[in-house]
């Protein structure tokens, strides 16, 4: 069994919250919800297993989904986070990091020669991409500190501050982001950076937590003086260089305008949803972003 890279399309392209209504009372979705609530009822154990096929792979897998992650028990039983589960016995990337080296797939050209920067490089995602595409020149980071200048490796691993990254003007062809602009103290200017930095035409994919219910997004931490001062409730989510990164920005809907206006001629949120890839969980979230 081979996929069909072809088959995997969005089922919408949503460029404000009315579109983002309509596909959330699609029949798409409605029948994706249903699959998924038969999946959960059908299964006594926090923990169970979805046959399908994992293009990053190219083979049929068994997707792991239990309640890690912030899973959580409800009268109806236990709810997974479908986003960040669905795992890959064979790759170990869940189901938004799946979907993205998907497109990634995609996207490149098999001739040699794109410049494709990864806002990660301790990851199963980025081993994934170096492993696929060695004739292109792959490019991965992590922060590891104020202290470091952009550019320099230490012990391996490729230091950037997103906020001002080493990159020469036009150099990169694709930039991919997965859940990294939440932890980033100044977004707007990190997106300039991103616009700066990518070639006429290049493309930015992105991940981030998205806040659908809100227009305005939600500024939960700053830097003052130096350091972090949480103006909420500090949130943390796991770093694979770090005990953990705290969360500076809830994005809401003002975010599309914000890319827009850092230099990007078009962003749009691109929902994909599949049960035969193992994209449930109401639709997954891709923010497509052209210079």
């Given at each position: 069994?081979?996929?069909?890279l072809s088959?995997?399309?969005?089922i919408?392209?949503?460029?404000n919250?009315?579109?983002?209504?309509?596909?959330?009372?699609?029949?798409?979705?409605?029948?994706?919800?249903t699959?998924?609530?038969?999946?959960i009822?059908?299964?006594?154990?926090?923990?169970?297993?979805?046959?399908?096929?994992?293009?990053?792979?190219?083979?049929?897998?068994?997707?792991?989904?239990?309640?890690?992650?912030?899973?959580?028990k409800?009268?109806?039983?236990w709810?997974?986070?479908?986003?960040?589960?669905?795992?890959?016995?064979?790759?170990?990337m869940?189901n938004?990091?799946?979907?993205?080296?998907?497109?990634?797939?995609?996207?490149?050209?098999?001739e040699?020669?794109?410049?494709?920067?990864?806002?990660?490089?301790?990851?199963?995602t980025?081993?994934?991409?170096?492993?696929?595409?060695g004739?292109?020149?792959?490019?991965?980071?992590?922060?590891?500190?104020?202290?470091?200048?952009?550019?320099?490796?230490?012990?391996?691993v490729?230091?950037?501050?997103?906020?001002?990254?080493?990159?020469?003007?036009?150099?990169?062809?694709?930039?991919?982001?997965?859940d990294?602009?939440?932890?980033?103290?100044?977004?707007?200017?990190?997106f300039?950076?991103?616009?700066?930095s990518?070639?006429?035409?290049g493309?930015?994919l992105?991940?981030?937590?998205?806040?659908?219910?809100?227009?305005?997004?939600?500024i939960?931490?700053?830097?003052?003086?130096g350091?972090?001062?949480?103006?909420?409730?500090p949130?943390?989510?796991?770093?694979?260089?770090?005990?953990?990164?705290?969360?500076f920005?809830?994005?809401?809907?003002?975010?599309?305008?914000?890319?827009?206006?850092?230099?990007?001629?078009?962003?749009?949120?691109?929902?994909?949803?599949?049960?035969?890839?193992g994209h449930?969980?109401?639709?997954?979230?891709?923010?497509?972003?052209?210079?």
């Amino acid at each position: 069994m081979k996929s069909k890279l072809s088959e995997l399309k969005p089922i919408a392209s949503i460029r404000n919250r009315n579109e983002f209504h309509c596909l959330w009372h699609s029949d798409k979705l409605k029948q994706i919800r249903t699959f998924e609530n038969k999946l959960i009822g059908s299964s006594e154990a926090d923990k169970f297993f979805i046959e399908g096929f994992c293009v990053p792979c190219d083979q049929p897998v068994s997707f792991l989904v239990d309640m890690q992650v912030g899973g959580r028990k409800t009268e109806k039983g236990w709810v997974p986070n479908w986003r960040e589960r669905l795992e890959c016995p064979v790759c170990k990337m869940n189901n938004r990091q799946r979907l993205i080296t998907t497109l990634i797939k995609q996207l490149l050209s098999p001739e040699p020669g794109n410049t494709i920067y990864l806002m990660e490089q301790v990851t199963p995602t980025y081993n994934w991409v170096v492993n696929t595409f060695g004739e292109h020149n792959i490019i991965g980071s992590e922060y590891l500190g104020p202290e470091y200048e952009g550019g320099i490796c230490i012990n391996g691993v490729r230091h950037e501050n997103i906020e001002k990254i080493s990159f020469d003007n036009a150099e990169l062809d694709f930039i991919i982001s997965n859940d990294v602009f939440e932890h980033i103290p100044n977004p707007s200017t990190a997106f300039a950076e991103c616009a700066r930095s990518l070639k006429k035409g290049g493309i930015m994919l992105m991940t981030i937590p998205f806040h659908s219910g809100s227009d305005k997004s939600v500024i939960r931490a700053r830097i003052n003086n130096g350091k972090p001062e949480k103006l909420l409730p500090p949130v943390y989510h796991s770093n694979p260089v770090s005990p953990g990164s705290l969360v500076f920005t809830d994005f809401g809907w003002d975010v599309l305008n914000m890319i827009k206006e850092s230099g990007f001629s078009d962003a749009c949120i691109d929902a994909y949803a599949s049960e035969a890839f193992g994209h449930l969980g109401g639709g997954q979230l891709i923010f497509s972003c052209v210079k």
